[in-house]
């Protein structure tokens, strides 16, 4: 079955920028959704389609899909940024989440 | 768009349960749905899916012949019956509506989940 895999975690000084990784077989062949989920509650989209923000979404957060790895990249990082976030992507008709990176803004 | 979920709670190992999610704030009839869990602690994982009109459904492989999913659209409300629960199958369950693009859904809304706990 198909995997993506994602560092637990990542660190950044506010501010800086933060790039959350997610690696699958060329999975530049698939489009990669993200995922934002703060302790306590329920995830919220905020790229699909590799590179696309839903409405709401800030501009700080982009997308990226190149070979093996997609990546979200997030500008100016905020205290509030600081969560979980899951990268997806679909392999036939099943749907597959990374393991999750845990960014930490300190 | 909201979405609420019901139904969850503490069963025994081999029981049944049934989760419901309101829909409300959109032509639920248009949409693919789907359920997603997370376990204490871990990440999420993608349980099932329902097409918009409830002709095709999906299932990850280790819920297959016991979690099964529906849609009633004269109630704007999604089910996941699930039978044979096991230890496993612990964990928050979350209703999610879909959103296409490029031929395939993303979460665009989520509810906010309904814990089943299976312990003896």
């Known amino acids: 079955s198909y995997e993506l895999t994602q560092s637990p975690s990542v660190s950044v000084s506010p501010g800086q920028t933060a790039n959350i990784t997610c690696f699958g077989d060329?999975?530049?062949?698939?489009?990669t959704g993200w995922y934002q989920q703060r302790p306590g509650q329920s995830p919220v989209l905020v790229i699909y389609?590799?590179?696309k923000r839903p409405s709401g979404i800030p501009e700080r957060f982009s997308g990226s899909n190149s070979g093996n790895t997609a990546t979200l990249t997030i500008s100016g990082t905020q205290a509030m940024d600081e969560a979980a976030y899951y990268c997806?992507?679909?392999?036939?008709?099943?749907?597959?989440f990374g393991g999750g990176t845990k960014l930490t803004v300190l | 768009v909201q979405l609420v979920e019901s139904g969850g709670g503490v069963v025994q190992p081999g029981r049944s349960l049934r989760l419901s999610c309101a829909a409300s704030?959109?032509?639920?009839?248009?949409?693919?749905m789907h359920w997603v869990r997370q376990a204490p602690g871990k990440g999420l994982e993608w349980v099932s899916t329902?097409?918009?009109?409830?002709?095709?459904?999906f299932y990850r492989d280790s819920v297959k012949g016991r979690l099964s999913i529906s849609r009633d659209s004269s109630k704007n409300t999604v089910y996941l019956q699930m039978n044979s629960l096991r230890g496993e199958d612990t964990a928050v369950y979350y209703c999610?509506?879909?959103?296409?693009?490029?031929?395939?859904?993303?979460?665009?809304?989520w509810g906010q989940g309904t814990l089943v706990t299976v312990s003896s």
């Open positions: 999610a509506k879909g959103v296409a693009a490029a031929g395939r859904d993303y979460f665009d809304n």
């Open positions: 704030g959109f032509t639920f009839s248009s949409y693919a």
């Open positions: 329902i097409s918009y009109d409830g002709s095709n459904k």
């Open positions: 060329r999975l530049a062949d698939k489009y």
């Open positions: 389609q590799d590179t």
């Open positions: 997806q992507t679909w392999d036939n008709n099943n749907v597959v």
